[in-house]
T-cell receptor
Framework: GENVEQHPSTLSVQEGDSAVIKCTYSDSASNYFPWYKQELGKRPQLIIDIRSNVGEKKDQRIAVTLNKTAKHFSLHITETQPEDSAVYFC?????????FGAGTTVTVRA | GAVVSQHPSRVICKSGTSVKIECRSLDFQATTMFWYRQFPKQSLMLMATSNEGSKATYEQGVEKDKFLINHASLTLSTLTVTSAHPEDSSFYIC????????????FGEGSRLTVL
C-alpha cells in the first residue's frame, strides 16, 4: 500500500518568513495530492491540492510542487502569519484511498 | 463545497458498552465513505472503506468485529464501536467524495469518543 512520509515534524518560523514542508510517497500510481490544515479538535481543512499531471500550483501565499519522477511533493507558505500556526498534513490518493503523512506542527512566531 | 455531517461530536461511555457514530453526506450521494481514527498528536489513520450495499473493507490491524460499519444508503454510513475500552478513546472522522473518482474528499466534523 501507499506510504507517505512527511518532514519536518515541527517547524518554527518568524512571522513574514517562508515555511516549507516536504513529503514523499511510495506508490507511483498515486495521482492526487492534497494538503490539509488541522486545528486542535477540528476536521482537516483542504488548503491546496495538486494532481499528477501538474507540476506546480499556487493559491495566494500557498504553493505546492510535485515531482512525479522522484515521488515527492512540497508545500510552500510565504509571508507567514500567526494564523498559519497549525498542524499540516500531506496526503496521497492511491489504491482507492487517501493516505496521510505524519503531520507537521507549524508555529509562527510574532 | 459538499457537506459531510457527523454525529455525535462528543460521546462519553462506560467500558464494555457500544457506541454508534453516524456520517451523512448532506448534498451528494456517496457510494464510498472512509472512516479514520486519530489519536492525540498523531495522523489520521484509515480504518476502513465503507461501500454502499456491500461489506466494508478494513485496513490491516483493524478488527472488523469490533468496529462495525454499515452503509445502508447512499447518504449514510455508521460506525459502531462494540464493547468499547479506554484504548478505543480517540477522534473518529469520516469522509466522502461526490461522484467517486479522484478529487477533494470532504470530512465530517469528527466524533470525540471517551471510554471511561
Amino acid at each position: 500500500g501507499e506510504n507517505v512520509e512527511q518532514h519536518p515534524s515541527t517547524l518554527s518560523v518568524q512571522e513574514g518568513d517562508s515555511a516549507v514542508i516536504k513529503c514523499t510517497y511510495s506508490d507511483s500510481a498515486s495521482n492526487y495530492f492534497p494538503w490539509y490544515k488541522q486545528e486542535l479538535g477540528k476536521r482537516p481543512q483542504l488548503i491546496i491540492d495538486i494532481r499528477s499531471n501538474v507540476g506546480e500550483k499556487k493559491d495566494q501565499r500557498i504553493a505546492v510542487t510535485l515531482n512525479k519522477t522522484a515521488k515527492h511533493f512540497s508545500l510552500h507558505i510565504t509571508e507567514t502569519q500567526p494564523e498559519d500556526s497549525a498542524v499540516y498534513f500531506c496526503a496521497a490518493w492511491g489504491d482507492y484511498k487517501l493516505s496521510f503523512g505524519a503531520g507537521t506542527t507549524v508555529t509562527v512566531r510574532a | 463545497g459538499a457537506v459531510v455531517s457527523q454525529h455525535p461530536s462528543r460521546v462519553i461511555c462506560k467500558s464494555g458498552t457500544s457506541v454508534k457514530i453516524e456520517c451523512r453526506s448532506l448534498d451528494f450521494q456517496a457510494t464510498t465513505m472512509f472512516w479514520y481514527r486519530q489519536f492525540p498528536k498523531q495522523s489520521l489513520m484509515l480504518m476502513a472503506t465503507s461501500n454502499e450495499g456491500s461489506k466494508a473493507t478494513y485496513e490491516q490491524g483493524v478488527e472488523k468485529d469490533k468496529f462495525l460499519i454499515n452503509h445502508a444508503s447512499l447518504t449514510l454510513s455508521t460506525l459502531t464501536v462494540t464493547s468499547a475500552h479506554p484504548e478505543d478513546s480517540s477522534f473518529y472522522i469520516c469522509s466522502a467524495r461526490p461522484g467517486g473518482g479522484t478529487g477533494e474528499l470532504f470530512f465530517g466534523e469528527g466524533s470525540r469518543l471517551t471510554v471511561l
